[in-house]
């Protein structure tokens, strides 16, 4: 019984300091956190579209100093910029953005060169923790615009052809998807009955269409369409024909102008020899003297061509 009571009291004794033990550091942790600034978000990577207002969310879950720090500041490449500070939105924010109490900021039009990571930062003076931050993400997607569209107007059946669409302002990076007569394309036309037999590969990434080998089918009415998270856009329908190569035309026309290259080549010839094109000229080293008359003497001075006549010269 001595033994029992003795395990009975011991048993007690380590459960009630126990006990004392967790609300000792129950007591702690709470004095410790209302000695600390802590912070936290609802949203760490937000995203909106452009020209749509987003919040940035920095909420402060534990605090003791009553009038802490408060700032923002933009992470890019070329290093972090304030926001705000001094109780002043600053940079490319000053007439877009607000502070919501305590430290949330809201950006009322956001533009696209505000994709970038923030970082809020609250010091709290009379704190134990007197410093803490968080980053926050943000991605605003832009709609794309309507994307440049390069079709063949007509292509010789067989041979192949390529198709481009370009967009280059949406964001995220936009994809690409082709119509023919307002029907998509597939990505891979074995997958279609209707398009099985066509020959050709679609890059949705770069835009690009290309048939190895088109066939009179494949004429018809495309049209590319861009889009992203933000939206999506398209160019304006273009007709595409595919024609036969007349192969007993093109042989008639060559023995034609071959007929009428000979024809200028016997017709030179002939010309040639009919004396057409002499290139015999009088020039002043064929100077010859004129015969004498009748009773005139002619006597050549010093200067050329300058001729007197005799005393008994008789008009």
């Not at 000792?24 to 936290?40: E, P, R």
Request: some cysteine; charged content about 25%; hydrophobic content about 35%.
């Amino acid at each position: 019984v001595a033994l029992a009571m003795q395990h009975l009291m011991r048993s007690l004794t380590i459960r009630v300091l126990l006990h004392v033990f967790e609300r000792t550091c129950l007591f702690c942790l709470c004095y410790l956190s209302v000695l600390a600034v802590v912070l936290n978000t609802n949203n760490a990577s937000p995203w909106t579209n452009e020209f749509d207002k987003t919040e940035l969310s920095c909420l402060i879950e534990s605090i003791s100093t009553t009038n802490p720090r408060i700032e923002w500041k933009k992470i890019t490449s070329e290093g972090p910029s304030y926001v705000y500070f001094d109780k002043k939105i600053s940079g490319d924010l000053e007439n877009r953005a607000v502070i919501r109490e305590p430290a949330t900021l809201l950006i009322t039009n956001a533009t696209r060169s505000d994709t970038a990571k923030y970082r809020c930062e609250v010091t709290a003076a009379d704190d134990q923790k007197s410093f803490d931050e968080i980053v926050i993400d943000l991605v605003v997607r832009v709609k794309p615009v309507v994307p440049k569209c390069s079709v063949p107007k007509s292509v010789p059946f067989g041979k192949s052809a390529e198709l481009s669409c370009v967009e280059e302002e949406g964001f995220p990076k936009s994809q690409y998807k082709w119509f023919k007569n307002k029907e998509e394309l597939p990505d891979d036309p074995k997958t279609s009955l209707k398009f099985f037999n066509s020959s050709y590969t679609l890059s949705a990434e770069t835009g690009t269409l290309k048939f190895i080998a088109v066939r009179k089918e494949d004429a018809g009415e495309y049209f590319c369409r861009a889009q992203n998270d933000a939206g999506s856009t398209q160019c304006a329908a273009q007709h595409m024909e595919v024609y036969d190569i007349d192969i007993v035309g093109i042989i008639l026309g060559v023995l034609v102008v071959v007929v009428v290259l000979l024809c200028i080549t016997v017709g030179i010839c002939c010309a040639y020899k009919q004396g057409y094109f002499s290139s015999q000229k009088q020039t002043g080293n064929n100077y010859k003297v004129p015969a004498k008359g009748d009773g005139v003497d002619y006597v050549r001075t010093e200067d050329e061509g300058d001729f007197r006549h005799k005393s008994s010269f008789v008009i």
